[in-house]
């Protein structure tokens, strides 16, 4: 069980990315977190990834309280960054240098099979395409087997065709040792395809809004009418949470808003 | 008139890839040669036709027949074994030196901001200047040499480092640091690959650096190698000894640098470079 227990962050130049937001997430289940620029999901993220320390509130992770990089915490960042000097098997095999080397070879092997990558083994990333690259950012952070794979927009670069064609994938690839995935995207449509519960937040401060429980059964058609109706309702929580957002005086003074008296 | 275009257009199309890959690989370097090939071809050729004496300026087969007399009485050997010490051990220090004070002030903010701005104002005294200094410390002879060339080959080296690992991918840094690697494993695993291209310019500008000092070096009273050869040539006389000088000198240079860049080909294959570095020969 993943907590999140009244976490807030405060950056040094004063900014209030998140306040007081608190979950608690089942193993193995998948939350997407959406919402509008500005209303701390990302922040959120690398929080319990344990790259920024959250300002207060705890994390912790099975009773363990997350505040650096934990072993079974694994991420995918927007782009795939993969380390550009090793080839794509290596990349894959970066986290399990604790492994002797046949094992890890199995290891990575096996990995690059269940992303489809097997006859890219030995090409550097500057061969792939960005959809290949961020299979292989995936293949790399599932194979070290983390109990919670936290994902920030993973498919956000990619174009409309590639970005179904991983979001299945994804699927596929959870099934098999269900981890807990927390996914931060602003894109409804990805949201709801994958999500067992959608979090809406609010920005300014970055608070939660809404938690909406999709039961929708999978794989689930995009076409459905259950579908669209799923999804129109995240889209008026987040209509709502756009407009009831408490006007952050220095953010309205910003956009020009504090002209009108 | 009409003018036939078709043939070579032709004859071109029908070579195939591959000779014209070949083609290729043997017209481009002769592409380089072309220029100074044509200058020394013309100046011979002046000097031989009468319009110049050439004593000054002496043309290539005087140069060439000067470099060959000092290979056959093995002068030329040891004065290049001479230089070539000189500037592999100036090298040497300078690149051993530079490279431990640049990763410590790249890496370590508090040795930075102590460390750089005095390396940096050491920087903008001319390195001539501390010749002077060094014939009294070191004395006239293979010391204060050595040490002047690697004062030379420090400062591209040491800012090449600190600059390299400052500009390493704060995201790449940040993988490093999910996957949980202990501050040696992100320095072998992260920093030092991600450096490696900007370490080799830094080698190469460093290098040339030496070859530029060590003639400033063995200006200030050698009896061998191969800058006493230029000032030898000056004060008796011999512009083509002069000038065989310098040619070696580019040989040298030029060579040293291509080792360099072949030596670290097999580790920057990887990059996404806009062309793909290969060497000049």
């Not at chain 2, 470099?67 to 051990?89: C, K, P, Q, W, Y």
């Not at chain 2, 999910?178 to 460093?206: C, D, E, H, N, Q």
């Amino acid at each position: 069980m993943l907590v999140l227990d009244r976490v807030g962050k405060t950056y040094p130049n004063g900014v209030n990315a998140l306040e007081r937001f608190s979950i608690e997430i089942r193993l193995g289940e998948i939350v997407a977190v959406i919402g509008g620029s500005g209303c701390g999901k990302s922040t959120l993220l690398r929080a319990i990834a344990g790259l920024d320390r959250a300002s207060y509130g705890a994390i912790p992770l099975d009773g363990e309280a997350l505040t650096a990089p934990h072993p079974k915490v694994g991420i995918i960042f927007q782009e795939p960054r993969l380390l550009p000097w090793l080839s794509v098997a290596d990349n894959i095999g970066f986290g399990l240098s604790d492994l002797s080397a046949p094992e890890r070879r199995d290891r990575v092997a096996a990995a690059l099979a269940k992303v489809g990558l097997s006859d890219k083994a030995k090409a550097w990333p500057r061969e792939l395409s960005g959809g290949q690259a961020q299979r292989v950012a995936i293949a790399r952070a599932l194979v070290v087997r983390p109990e919670v794979l936290l994902l920030d927009e993973p498919f956000s670069a990619l174009d409309a065709f590639t970005r179904r064609d991983l979001q299945d994938h994804l699927l596929d690839l959870w099934s098999e040792t269900r981890p807990t995935l927390v996914l931060v995207t602003h894109d409804v449509d990805e949201a709801v395809v994958l999500a067992d519960r959608i979090l809406v937040m609010r920005p300014r401060p970055g608070r939660l809004f809404e938690g909406v429980d999709i039961s929708l059964t999978r794989p689930r058609d995009r076409n459905s009418e259950l579908f669209e109706t799923t999804k129109r309702r995240i889209l008026t929580a987040l209509d709502r949470s756009l407009d009831q957002a408490a006007p952050d005086p220095a953010a309205a003074a910003e956009a020009g808003d504090a002209l009108w008296w | 008139m009409t003018m036939t275009l078709d043939t070579p257009v032709e004859s071109i199309q029908s070579l195939a890839p591959q000779s014209a890959a070949r083609w290729r690989r043997w017209t481009r370097p002769a592409l380089g040669l072309l220029l100074p090939l044509t200058v020394a071809a013309a100046w011979e050729w002046a000097v031989a036709a009468g319009w110049s004496n050439g004593r000054l300026v002496p043309p290539p087969s005087t140069v060439m027949s000067t470099i060959n007399e000092l290979a056959r009485s093995g002068e030329l050997v040891r004065h290049m074994a001479i230089t070539l010490e000189r500037v592999g051990a100036g090298f040497a220090l300078g690149v051993a030196a530079g490279t431990v004070l640049g990763a410590i002030s790249g890496y370590w903010e508090l040795a930075r901001r102590l460390l750089d701005p005095t390396v940096q104002a050491l920087r903008a005294i001319p390195s001539i200047a501390w010749v002077p200094l060094f014939i009294l410390w070191l004395g006239i002879f293979e010391l204060s040499k050595v040490a002047l060339i690697a004062v030379g080959v420090f400062f591209p080296i040491y800012l090449g480092v600190m600059g390299a690992i400052l500009s390493v991918d704060r995201k790449i840094v940040e993988v490093g640091r999910t996957f949980r690697l202990s501050g040696p494993a992100m320095i072998r695993r992260i920093l030092l690959p991600a450096v490696l291209p900007a370490y080799v310019v830094s080698l190469r500008v460093g290098l040339g650096l030496g070859w530029m000092f060590v003639v400033a070096a063995e200006f200030m009273g050698a009896s061998e190698g191969l800058g006493y050869l230029l000032i030898d040539g000056q004060q008796l006389g011999k512009p083509a000894q002069i000038l065989a000088a310098i040619v070696i000198f580019a040989i040298l240079g030029k060579t040293t640098d291509w080792l360099i860049e072949i030596a670290a080909m097999p580790f920057l294959r990887w990059q996404d470079a806009f062309a793909p570095s290969r060497g000049a020969f």
